[in-house]
């Protein structure tokens, strides 16, 4: 497992942009594929986005495809997730979350994964 922490979340506007941060500074994110979801109120975690360690794959989901982009910072230790032509459906609670198999594998289906962070919050309204 590893420690995970979000941040970069805020207020946007719709249409506009936001760039959410993953780090860890426990150990090296090397071997993790690593994943975001979102939860609004009332609603079940959905994946957004997963990105794998060992060939750079990258998963998102419909509703946020040519919008939002992951990517991983390996001397930085952190995953991003830029997110651009936000839309009020998009707001609600990011997490990213960490685990040794691979994006798309049962685990990441049924979200039993290694590792959380706490949330970051998204708010898209005018």
């Known amino acids: 497992q590893v420690q995970l922490v979000e941040s970069g979340g805020g207020l946007v506007q719709p249409g506009g942009s936001l760039r959410l941060s993953c780090a860890t500074s426990?150990?090296?994110?090397?071997?993790?594929?690593i994943g975001w979801f979102r939860q609004a109120p009332g609603e079940e975690r959905e994946e957004v986005s997963c990105?794998?360690?060992?060939?750079?794959?990258?998963d998102y989901a419909d509703s946020v495809k040519g919008r939002f982009t992951i990517a991983r910072d390996s001397a930085q230790n952190t995953v991003y997730l830029q997110m651009n032509s936000l839309k009020p459906e998009d707001t609600g609670v990011y997490y990213c979350?960490?685990?040794?198999?691979?994006?798309?594998?049962?685990?990441?289906?049924?979200?039993?994964?290694?590792?959380w962070g706490q949330g970051t919050l998204v708010t898209v309204s005018s």
């Open positions: 990105i794998n360690s060992s060939d750079g794959n990258t």
């Open positions: 426990e150990v090296t994110f090397d071997g993790y594929a």
């Open positions: 979350a960490a685990d040794l198999a691979a994006c798309g594998t049962s685990r990441w289906r049924v979200k039993i994964l290694g590792s």
